[in-house]
């Protein structure tokens, strides 16, 4: 009688094996013989075999090889070798690691801001992402160093969709890159660039709140999902709108208008502010802000568990490393953006604050933001 340990620590499954007979029919598992075949070999029946691939499936020790044949090319099936070795917590026989990789680079990423969300582009680019649009219009600064690390102090006054171009592919010329140099200025600048886009990173916070609005107006236009972050000395802050507008970012702002009093003097100061020379961003803290990010994309690509969920704030305390996302708001059916009244053009900041207040019943003005 022996005992097979199968994977590691907390994922480990211990088997009693008689006579060596599991360990055999695990080493027959070589992708290369019939069900009948392995069944000879190992004495067995066909339904016995069956429901032993079955058990070994449910512990996610199995791939089915036909099912990565013809999937990747030579080049990248050893560039994403890590990323299938990790993928194999995923598969079963159903979902090979070949087909999660597929599955990534069929997808297309909008990034919107090339500042600290160049990191996302990096990492995606690495991940596989088959596609991947970024959009800015600055150049890059002696100041951006600190924690742009992807820029070099060669590229400082340079564009930076020049410069992140030329590092991205560096990093992966296989992608497919589409670097746009423009300046976000309304949704209506964002609206043309949803076709065919799985997930959008909202790398802009400059005008304050507004620029945020502009992204989640268009995405919940065009019923497209976005992720939003930012730091804030040692927090960092990020969550998630859904493609069905849970989560919406003006839903958001209802919520704290309607149950804090005071929150209107300060969304009143916050909008449309410009935090030039305000930035507490510091490299740990935008590296494990994009770990997260990215992280995420790479959950709403495969569609795996225990993704974020949409209208909650999560909230990472780099002194204390803890997580929290106690802060959640419900979709309203009186949002301008996704209720059951929704506006074509988004409105201004004092049409959203006068719904909250109860002050726009019967005819009222509405005003374009």
Known sequence: MYLIRIGYHEKAFDLMDEDNKI????????????????????????????DLINTFDNIKILENRDLM????????????????????????????SYDMQKKIKDSH?????????????????????????????????????NRQYIYKEDD???????????????????????????????SEDILPLLSNVDLVISGID?????????????????????????????KILINK??????????????????????????LNTLYGYTFEK????IAPTVSILSGFITVEVMKHLLNLENQMRAGYMYQFDVNGLTMNSDYHWEK?????????????????????????????????EIHKG
């Open 69 to 96: 044949k013809d999937l990747l090319n030579e080049q990248e099936k050893e560039r994403y070798r890590a990323n299938f070795t990790y993928f194999e917590y995923y598969t079963d026989i159903y979902k090979s």
């Open 156 to 186: 400082i006054g340079k564009l930076k969709t020049e410069a992140a171009k030329q590092r991205i592919k560096e990093i992966n010329s296989d992608i497919e890159l589409n670097i746009i140099n423009k300046k976000i200025t309304s």
């Open 278 to 281: 305000k930035n507490t961003a």
């Open 332 to 364: 309203s059916n009186e949002c301008p953006t996704c209720g059951k009244n929704s506006l074509k053009e988004m409105c201004d900041i004092t049409t959203l604050m006068e719904i909250v207040e109860g002050q726009t019943n019967g005819t009222r």
């Open 241 to 266: 709108l859904s493609g069905s507008g849970e989560g919406c970012f003006d839903c958001f702002l209802m919520n704290c208008l309607k149950n804090d009093p005071i929150f209107k003097y300060q």
């Open 109 to 145: 990423v909008l990034i919107l801001g090339l500042g600290g969300a160049i990191q996302d582009v990096a990492t995606l680019a690495s991940l596989g992402v088959g596609k991947i649009t970024g959009l800015d219009f600055d150049t890059v600064e002696r100041s951006n160093l």
């Open 23 to 50: 360990e055999s029919l695990l080493s027959s598992f070589d992708g290369q013989k019939e069900l009948e075949e392995l069944a000879k070999l190992n004495n067995l029946q066909i339904e016995e075999l069956i």
């Open 206 to 234: 400059s005008p304050g709140i507004i620029s945020s609005r502009w992204v989640n107006f268009a995405c919940v236009n065009k019923r497209v999902p976005a992720i939003f972050s930012g730091i804030n000395g040692n």
